[in-house]
C-alpha cells in the first residue's frame, strides 16, 4: 500500500481517540492510542480505566462475599470501542457487560428497589 492509498483509510473513525474519557483515572490507566496509530494490534493498546467504586455487600446473606468493586473500563483501537462496566468480587469473579446495557439494567433495579422503600414508608 502506497503513502497516497493509506491517506484513504485514515478517517476519523478509524483513528485511535488520544483523549481519555472523563472518568478515565490516570493513576489505572494502560491505554496507549499510538500502539494503534498504524493499524489494529491486538492485545497491546491497554485500556481507560476509572477509579474502583467499593461495594460493600455485607448486607447480602451468605455465600456472598462481603466486598466487591465496580469500575470503567474502554479498549483502545483504531476505531471507537464500547465503555464496560465491570464488577469484581473478592478480587476473581467478575461481572463485565457494556455500559448501553448496564444504564437500563440499573434504572430498572433501582426503580424497583425504590418501589419497595416507598411502600415500606406508606404501610408504616
Not at 65 to 83: K, N, Y
Request: hydrophobic letters at 35%; a negative charge.
Amino acid at each position: 500500500m502506497n503513502v497516497k492509498s493509506q491517506g484513504t483509510f485514515t478517517t476519523t473513525e478509524t483513528t485511535p481517540d488520544q483523549a481519555h474519557p472523563a472518568w478515565c483515572d490516570h493513576t489505572r490507566c494502560t491505554a496507549d492510542p499510538a500502539t494503534q496509530a498504524s493499524g489494529y494490534r491486538s492485545g497491546i493498546g491497554g485500556e481507560h480505566r476509572s477509579a474502583d467504586l467499593p461495594l460493600n455487600l455485607r448486607a447480602g446473606m451468605w455465600p456472598i462475599p462481603p466486598r466487591a468493586v465496580a469500575f470503567l473500563t474502554e479498549a483502545v483501537a483504531p476505531w471507537r470501542c464500547s465503555t464496560y462496566l465491570r464488577i469484581t468480587v473478592e478480587g476473581d469473579t467478575e461481572l463485565s457487560m457494556p455500559v448501553d446495557n448496564a444504564a437500563p439494567l440499573l434504572a430498572a433495579l433501582s426503580a424497583l428497589v425504590g418501589s419497595a422503600m416507598t411502600d415500606t414508608e406508606v404501610t408504616r
